[in-house]
């Protein structure tokens, strides 16, 4: 048992030095550096490893080297974001090589003054840019220089020296210059049936599509410009009543006794009934508009009409019930009954408010 598990133990360190053989030979350094690595933390490194692992940084070493040195020199912010970056992994590869306390091969050219230096250079550099861009923004209006200077901004946290203050509020800034701030306002303009229509007509209700960079006030803020303003105005509303009347007569024979000889037949007696039908309908037709104006003056109205009814059927009779079939009789013990008039009114309201919202949606979409 213990030789097997001896055996299955060799047969691991094997192909873990064989792994790193083997993706050094196919040119992944870093595959071949992340094994060796952690074979040597764990003070767990064959000689054979070991040599492989000097080989392997000083070809890490060499590749760094040209890489840094070609994006340095070009003195362009996407050059020195790229020698940044590099600097920044073989930071981390030094403390871990320098942890390992081996006699190994150094970055030679890496210190932590051109490490912090180049990190000041580049949010430095993206600052000024996102600057340049924000001041474009402002003489144009244009909202996108003002989402590149956010995109710039946002850049500068991954660099390990910054001044967060400054970055945070500049970030808003730039957030709020670039982003387009839609204005919804909803006016009622009827003279009659105010009470629930003011109740229910709620700003609120009205949806803008909004994302990353497009928001909606409900409120005017005087420190805001406004890319767009939407307004809803109902501007009239009728309330109806409408009665329908009719009638249907039955007869029907029931027995109402029987007979007074030997054979007991039954005695049937007509009986009659009338059955009064009373059709209601009410309706609340809703009349206003949406009105969508851009800050270029371009202006878009759209009529928005709303007809919203609800029809109950109520019963009574008169005669003898007798005479009235089992499904009307039902009728008559399920008597409709209309909703109160403020639910009315708020389900005829949110109607309008929805068509209004369809029309939004079909203009920013």
Known sequence: MKKSI???????LFSCSKNA??????????DAYSI???????????????????????????????????????????????AYNILSNISKKDEEISGLRYRLPQYT???????????????????DRAQYALIEAE?????????????????????????PNQIKRTKAFAKK???????????????????YIDRYLDVADINVPEDTWRKTHYRIKLDYDYSRIIELILEDSDFDNDEKNSSKKYTQKVITGTTQDSLQNPIYTEVNATLSKRSLNRELRIDGY??????????????????????????????????????????????????????????????????????IRKYMR
């Open 6 to 12: 001896l055996f299955l133990l060799c047969c691991f």
């Open 177 to 195: 210059l670039g982003t387009e701030y839609t204005l919804v306002s909803a006016e009622n303009k009827d003279f009659f049936n105010n009470k």
């Open 36 to 82: 060796l690595y952690k074979k040597a933390k764990k003070k767990d490194i064959k000689r054979k490893e070991m040599t492989l692992f000097r080989k392997v940084l000083k070809e890490m070493i060499h590749e760094d080297s040209l890489n840094y040195y070609k994006n340095a020199y070009r003195s362009t912010l996407d050059g020195d974001m790229i």
């Open 139 to 163: 003489t144009t209006g244009s909202k996108e220089p003002a989402r590149d200077a956010y995109a710039d901004l946002d850049k500068i946290s991954d660099f390990h020296l910054v001044n």
């Open 290 to 359: 949406l009105r969508i104006q851009e800050a270029d003056s371009r202006t878009r109205k759209e009529n928005i009409r709303v007809r919203y009814d609800q029809d109950i059927e109520q019963y009574s009779f008169s005669g003898d019930e007798r005479a009235l079939p089992d499904n009307e009789k039902n009728k008559l013990n399920n008597q409709e009954q209309f909703a109160s008039d403020e639910n009315f009114f708020r389900q005829a309201i949110q109607q309008f408010i929805a068509e209004a919202n369809d029309e």
């Open 109 to 127: 050219f890496y210190s932590h003054k051109t490490y912090d230096s180049l990190s000041y250079a580049v949010s430095d550099k993206l600052f």
């Open 21 to 30: 053989f083997k993706a050094y030979e196919k040119g992944d350094l870093g």
